[in-house]
């Protein structure tokens, strides 16, 4: 349960007005130049691009984006930040839906998109290090010949280093687990412009404190990365992939939890609404039926995958599913995982010029038949269009409730229905984040579910490691 309510009232985001910034110091503007050359820019255009991303926050541009192409730029522009106390937001594929990369207090954008070496691949030890801009995509293209690949896929393209700031996972969590148990080790620039390095190559560690754990999921709050050890997995030998329809939410979402419980080892397990399905059926010129369905994925040994394959269509049947529609060659599993990687825009091209409020809630899994239901209800009751889509094997799913930007009242509403979601998940003991992470939106929740001593505790990490507060501020705390 809860441990405590957050009793102060939100304010609508759509009714907040910031302060404008003052001005960039000019002895800072200068030292960056000289630095950076014209890789740090005023430009507004530039600036403008840095200060959107896919949540439906109000754009907020820095004053300057600087693009850094090695850690000592890196701790150079801290260094040169943290004596003018000009605020810095880490930048790289903006596809955030939670504002992280937003600058409400102005700054400069410490773009990462140049910094993507991959710095080693040692299958010997299924593990990679690289550069916080390179995406996961790139990451796996480049592990195409060595029989492994880094299963976390969030659906976006994103960058290695925003996966590892937001904790992000995806469609394989519920087999691979998340960046949490993914991320060996870091090496960053803290607040004060020295660098870290945390963690080992070592598979465990009992040395001190776990101050990897403690960077991922830290936002862009407490260091700047510039470099990132992951794991890597053996490549399955064989694949299958299945979509299964439902005549209900809850037979869908009671099949998962049978599976789950009974130990099938499901590589990913996706549930779609109704809604969902026929978004992306016109998005993505697919045919499936327009029901409640669950997209799986199974990854084993030949004889491993046909079992599974076997006690899943099993337990869906008993739950009056089906019939699965088997996607055995490469390019069908291709052409059924692109469809539901583009269901965030197919959903949004369900009302077009809306922009998406994302509810990212985790429960556990006894209690997800529950969440789901009860944020059904509370979608028909709302009269929002607002389809339901996640990552059900590990409890997690979503909604898009899709507003009017231009609507201060209807985004309001849009909120309300997202905090009902919320306290719904955390009065089953779960989460209001699940892999997005708070950043602008989710405070009043991370107080609500944490409690205040515990999110006094988090603010003293936050002091210790960055007393000017420099640090993309504004995101987790006020």
């Not at 959107?52 to 300057?64: G, K």
């Not at 830290?218 to 005549?247: D, K, M, Q």
């Not at 080892?265 to 499936?288: G, K, Q």
């Not at 490469?330 to 052409?335: I, V």
Request: aromatic content about 6%; proline content about 8%.
């Amino acid at each position: 349960m809860p441990k405590e309510a957050a009793h102060a009232p939100r304010t609508p985001l759509a009714a907040r007005k910031e302060t404008p910034p003052a001005p960039l110091p000019e002895p800072f503007v200068a030292e960056l130049r000289a630095l950076l050359g014209d890789r740090f820019t005023q430009n507004p255009a530039v600036c403008a691009q840095h200060g959107h991303d896919e949540s439906h926050f109000p754009d907020a541009p820095p004053q300057a984006v600087a693009f850094v192409t090695s850690a000592a730029e890196v701790q150079a522009l801290v260094r040169a930040a943290a004596q003018h106390r000009v605020p810095l937001i880490p930048f790289a594929a903006g596809s955030s839906l939670e504002g992280h990369v937003l600058a409400p207090l102005g700054g400069v954008a410490v773009d990462f998109t140049q910094m993507n070496r991959i710095l080693a691949i040692e299958p010997e030890n299924m593990l990679a290090t690289v550069e916080p801009g390179v995406t996961r995509t790139q990451l796996n293209a480049a592990l195409k010949e060595t029989g492994l690949f880094f299963p976390i896929d969030p659906g976006a393209d994103a960058t290695i280093g925003g996966m590892t700031a937001t904790r992000a996972s995806g469609t394989n969590a519920v087999r691979y687990g998340t960046m949490r148990e993914n991320v060996l080790a870091i090496d960053a620039v803290l607040a004060n412009g020295e660098p870290i390095h945390t963690g080992t190559k070592a598979r465990k560690s009992s040395a001190g404190y776990d101050l990897t754990r403690l960077l991922v999921g830290s936002e862009g709050t407490l260091a700047l990365f510039t470099a990132i050890t992951v794991r890597l997995h053996p490549l399955p030998e064989a694949v299958a992939a299945a979509v299964c329809p439902f005549p209900t939410i809850g037979a869908a979402v009671h099949t998962v939890i049978a599976a789950i419980q009974m130990g099938v080892p499901l590589a990913r397990v996706e549930f779609l609404d109704e809604r969902a399905v026929a978004a992306i059926n016109r998005y993505s010129h697919t045919e499936y039926p327009e029901t409640p369905t669950l997209f799986f994925e199974f990854h084993g040994s030949e004889s491993a995958v046909a079992e599974q394959i076997a006690l899943v269509k099993t337990l869906a049947e008993e739950a009056n599913g089906g019939p699965f529609l088997w996607a055995n060659r490469p390019e069908e599993r291709t052409r059924l995982w692109a469809a539901r990687h583009k269901a965030y825009f197919a959903c949004l091209a369900l009302r077009p010029g809306c922009r998406g409020i994302t509810t990212d809630v985790c429960v556990p899994i006894a209690r997800l038949a529950e969440a789901v239901e009860a944020a059904r209800r509370l979608i028909d009751a709302s009269g929002f269009i607002a389809p339901i889509l996640g990552h059900v094997g590990d409890g997690n799913f979503h909604t898009l409730i899709l507003v009017n930007p231009d609507d201060p009242d209807e985004i309001a509403r849009a909120e309300a229905l997202n905090e009902a979601i919320v306290t719904a998940a955390l009065a089953l003991e779960g989460t209001c984040t699940g892999e997005h992470g708070i950043g602008l939106g989710k405070k009043a929740f991370l107080r609500q579910e944490a409690g205040e001593t515990a999110v006094a505790a988090m603010r003293a990490v936050k002091q210790a490691l960055d007393p000017l507060g420099i640090l993309n501020p504004g995101k987790i705390f006020e």
